[in-house]
C-alpha cells in the first residue's frame, strides 16, 4: 500500500511550509473532511513534530493508510481517504 501512495499522484495538496503545531494538522483535518472516499492528500511541511508526531496520529485515529517521503527540506506525507 505504502509504494502506491508513493507511486500515485495526489488528488490534493496542501502546503503548511513555514507552519508550526498545530496548524498542519488542523488544515489537514479540515481538507480530508472536504476530500471524497479513495483520494490522496499531501502535505508539504517542513515543521518536524508535524512529521514525527501530529499528521501520522491524525491518519491512525481516522484509520487512513500514511506515507512520509523526504523531499530535500520538505516532507510530503500523504494521507490516503478511505472511508
Do not use: F
Not at 4 to 19: F, M, S, W
Amino acid at each position: 500500500m505504502s509504494e502506491d501512495l508513493k507511486l500515485r499522484n495526489p488528488d490534493q495538496v496542501l502546503d503548511v511550509r513555514g507552519e508550526s503545531c498545530p496548524v498542519p494538522e488542523m488544515e489537514a483535518s479540515k481538507k480530508l473532511k472536504k476530500m471524497k472516499v479513495g483520494q490522496l492528500l499531501e502535505v508539504l511541511t517542513d515543521h518536524q513534530p508535524a512529521v514525527d508526531v501530529t499528521l501520522p496520529s491524525l491518519a491512525k485515529n481516522l484509520g487512513y493508510p500514511y506515507v512520509i517521503i523526504k523531499d530535500g527540506e520538505v516532507y510530503r506525507v500523504r494521507i490516503l481517504k478511505v472511508k
